[in-house]
């Protein structure tokens, strides 16, 4: 069974930077690297929202748009891990960090989520 581990969350100033880490186990770098692997967030009282994802083919890219240019999502595939360097943080991006694992077989999608790790962005 994948498992996701997030960490690298923690308390930031406003403008600060952070970087979180979510590894994957139980999973060969080779199936990892046929992945597509996203960050969700979830701030108190709100739904949990897109933030970005990097897919199995070329590493392609995708952000919200609140987070483009500010955000950043990479991959090391060899080390089964993605990454989310966060820059410019905002009070707003207070939030749970969630990644998730998601792959296809014919005729049905999986995903699999991590426990989420907490930003919390305050002067």
């Known amino acids: 069974q994948v498992q996701l581990v997030e960490s690298g969350g923690g308390l930031v100033q406003p403008g600060g930077s952070l970087r979180l880490s979510c590894a994957t186990s139980?999973?060969?770098?080779?199936?990892?690297?046929?992945?597509?692997m996203s960050w969700y967030r979830q701030a108190p009282g709100k739904e949990r929202e897109f933030v970005a994802a990097?897919?199995?083919?070329?590493?392609?890219?995708n952000y919200a748009d609140s987070m483009r240019g500010r955000f950043t999502i990479s991959r090391d595939n060899a080390k089964k891990t993605i990454y989310l360097q966060m820059n410019s943080l905002k009070p707003e991006d207070t939030a749970v960090y969630y990644c998730?694992?998601?792959?296809?077989?014919?005729?049905?999608?999986?995903?699999?989520w991590g426990q989420g790790t907490q930003v919390t962005v305050s002067s």
């Open positions: 998730k694992a998601a792959w296809t077989v014919p005729g049905r999608v999986y995903d699999v």
């Open positions: 990097i897919t199995s083919a070329v590493d392609s890219t």
């Open positions: 139980a999973v060969s770098a080779f199936t990892f690297s046929r992945y597509t």
